[in-house]
């Protein structure tokens, strides 16, 4: 009867083993949609069964608009603001995510979502004027300065959950 519990207990493990690396790899594989682990899905909505990142859903899409819409010559503000519409929009999504990646805050989905749309007209703006003219500063002056900036913060928030771990 020790034997038949024993081997039960055995048999658990190892299931459990299975399904956890299946779990890790199914994430794993994931990444191309979500570019989030597991433990950060909450970043995530669910679409047809699949993870999209909701700073992603929201970003990209409007972006995209406000591009074409820029290369239309349509802008929701004068010409001689750009500067200051494409610069700085990007400052409160920026302080969301370095706020977050340091654990100064909690993730909030709310807090994400209104910083990502503010800032993603921006992008689409510089991203307009881009596609009108290679190499404007208008497109990579915001992303050398901001993208830095996350980079930065992405590793550092990296190694401050390592070390908890």
């Excluded at 048999?11 to 949609?33: L, P």
């Excluded at 990142?53 to 990209?60: I, K």
């Excluded at 995510?97 to 921006?122: C, G």
């Amino acid at each position: 009867m020790a034997q038949a519990a024993d081997l039960d207990a055995r048999f658990s493990a190892k299931v459990a083993e299975i399904n956890e690396r299946a779990a890790e790899e199914a994430g794993r594989k994931a990444m191309w949609r979500t570019h989030h682990h597991p433990e950060q899905y909450d970043r995530c909505v669910t679409i047809g069964g699949t993870r999209l990142c909701r700073r992603c859903l929201t970003l990209y899409p409007v972006a995209a608009l406000f591009a074409a819409l820029t290369l239309a010559g349509w802008s929701l503000w004068p010409e001689s603001l750009d500067l200051w519409f494409i610069w700085l929009p990007c400052i409160p999504a920026t302080l969301d995510f370095v706020a977050e990646q340091l654990e100064l805050v909690d993730y909030s989905a709310r807090r994400q979502f209104l910083s990502t749309l503010l800032f993603a007209p921006a992008l689409g703006r510089g991203i307009g004027f881009e596609l009108d003219d290679s190499f404007s500063w208008e497109l990579w002056g915001p992303v050398l300065c901001f993208c830095t900036i996350w980079f930065f913060a992405g590793i550092a928030g990296f190694r401050l959950r390592s070390r908890v771990v």
